[in-house]
């Protein structure tokens, strides 16, 4: 029950495993995409919240160590307690010094196993130690499968001069050796990360106009089931998502025309974290930034009202939140959008949808939309 897709950018090319039960095999699976480099060693760094004896991280490992190649290689295990306030220089050089002290080299692998942060994070580490070695991403998450374990995408938040916290200010574009995604492990996840996985399903469904919305209904029950056949629903809605990503990043590696359309949603969820990142998870802003965008389209004349309602309804059948849980000042949340790397010269870019379908980079007037958007969400 395994799909294997492409992750190409440029010239590279990796595996990306959508499966059940494709942990037990990680060691061989590793092996294989490195096939031709030989690794001096390996520093795992795991999610503390699956990190421990019996866990997904204890089954990797144990697979990497049961693995012929790997035998005789050193591996260190690094257990990261995982929030947006976490994904920071003080914990990237945390790794970093615990890579050193472990000899690691040029030759030697990075193993990131968790949700979006962990892979960002030791993800940059890779990028970065001794100008890049590679690595290999296992995302525990709905949201790591269908988006931040793929594109090839590092980084950490860097605090913004004025407040808040700025998403992934500091990063590298460093593609991972392979990705391998278990949908098993989505079985142990609470209610709430899965709908947070949603909300990019529903992104890039908006984004590709694919009919994804068949399968994103009951997601929530088949994860927390082990029977075959919902198991499969899984794989099957991971493939397709992660698939709609894989493909527009073939076409734009660095983000320089087609790609910005994966920012459907996300210029207003980067400043809704900078503000409540204690409060959001990244899929749940993303969510309620899909609503803002709608709204801002329609104040665009792109959507109509009823268009952008349909949109809101979308969100919320999903269990997602379709509204900020406090209310911030506009202009708070504008300057933290203008400190993202999306904004050009200061000047917005916003990504909204269309009445025809698919998505819009704008870049005019967008202070006034992107006002509207907030207008959209904001508590009374």
Not at 39 to 50: H, L, P, S, Y
Not at 89 to 104: H, N, P, T
Not at 173 to 184: I, K, S
Request: aromatic share 4%; hydrophobic share 45%; net charge neutral.
């Amino acid at each position: 029950m395994t799909r294997i897709l492409d992750h190409r950018i440029g010239t590279a090319s990796a595996p990306v495993h959508v499966g059940s039960g494709t942990l037990v095999s990680a060691g061989s699976l590793i092996a294989s995409a490195l096939a031709g480099h030989s690794t001096t060693g390996i520093v795992v760094v795991a999610d503390e919240a699956i990190d421990g004896a019996n866990s997904w991280a204890a089954s990797v490992i144990a697979s990497i160590k049961a693995e012929p190649t790997f035998t005789k290689v050193h591996l260190e295990h690094v257990s990261l307690h995982a929030s947006e306030r976490s994904k920071s220089v003080a914990q990237w050089q945390s790794i970093m010094d615990r890579s050193l002290a472990a000899g690691l080299d040029r030759h030697g692998l990075i193993v990131a196993i968790g949700g979006g942060i962990a892979t960002d994070l030791a993800g940059f580490v890779a990028a970065t130690y001794m100008r890049g070695v590679s690595w290999v991403a296992v995302p525990t998450t709905l949201l790591g499968m269908v988006d931040s374990a793929l594109g090839g995408k590092t980084a950490i938040n860097l605090p913004l001069p004025r407040g808040g916290l700025g998403k992934n200010l500091a990063g590298a574009f460093w593609p991972p050796a392979a990705v391998l995604c278990d949908v098993q492990t989505l079985s142990t996840l609470p209610a709430r990360q899965i709908r947070a996985g949603l909300a990019e399903c529903l992104k890039h469904s908006m984004i590709a106009d694919h009919p994804l919305g068949a399968l994103l209904a009951g997601t929530v029950e088949c994860a927390a089931s082990l029977d075959a056949a919902d198991q499969w629903k899984l794989v099957d809605l991971v493939s397709r998502s992660a698939k709609v990503k894989l493909d527009i990043v073939a076409k734009d590696e660095r983000e320089a025309g087609v790609r910005r359309h994966l920012n459907l949603g996300h210029t207003f969820a980067h400043a809704f974290e900078a503000h409540c990142c204690d409060q959001l998870l990244h899929g749940e802003a993303v969510a309620i930034g899909l609503v803002a965008a709608a709204a801002a389209s329609g104040a665009s004349g792109r959507l109509t009202a009823e268009e952008a309602s349909a949109i809101k309804e979308r969100v919320a059948s999903l269990g997602l939140p379709t509204m900020l849980p406090t209310k911030v000042p506009t202009a708070m949340l504008l300057d933290a959008a203008r400190s993202d790397k999306k904004s050009r010269g200061g000047r917005l870019l916003l990504v909204l949808p269309r009445r025809e379908g698919g998505v819009e980079v704008v870049s005019d007037d967008s202070d006034r939309l992107f006002a509207a958007g907030i207008a959209a969400v904001s508590p009374p």
